[in-house]
């Protein structure tokens, strides 16, 4: 239904910026019709929600990286990023991106079941 690619990770120090992005590919509906968000996991923790924006652009940060992550969409060209600023060793993770169908008004945030997701891609934060 929607396949989605992330790019952009890769190995700075802290206080380096990164931005991250991901390309959708959809077979049924309009991206503008997706809320998307980035998630997050380090090895050994669980999949944490990073950012979200929905339909109708308003946006939702985890604590932990409020002030330092912007999330944006381009619904023109179907893709999703994350300005990473004031990096930190905790960033360090393998960050995915997701969609969620907010399809007839359903409300979308960190804690819906998003069901489709990409493969991730690296981000390694060095102190």
């Known amino acids: 239904q929607v396949r989605l690619v992330e790019s952009g990770g890769g190995s700075v120090q802290a206080g380096e910026s990164l931005k991250l992005s991901c390309a959708a590919s959809?077979?049924?509906?309009?991206?503008?019709?997706?809320?998307m968000a980035w998630f997050r996991q380090a090895p050994g923790k669980e999949r944490e929600g990073v950012a979200t924006?929905?339909?109708?652009?308003?946006?939702t940060y985890a604590d932990s990286v409020k002030g330092r992550f912007t999330i944006s969409r381009d619904n023109a060209k179907r893709t999703l990023a994350l300005q990473m600023n004031s990096l930190k060793p905790e960033d360090t993770a393998m960050y995915y991106c997701?969609?969620?169908?907010?399809?007839?008004?359903?409300?979308?945030?960190?804690?819906?079941?998003?069901?489709?997701w990409g493969q991730g891609t690296q981000v390694t934060v060095s102190s």
């Open positions: 997701a969609a969620f169908s907010q399809a007839g008004g359903r409300w979308c945030d960190l804690t819906v079941d998003f069901r489709n």
């Open positions: 959809l077979y049924t509906y309009s991206y503008s019709t997706y809320c």
């Open positions: 924006i929905r339909t109708d652009s308003s946006t």
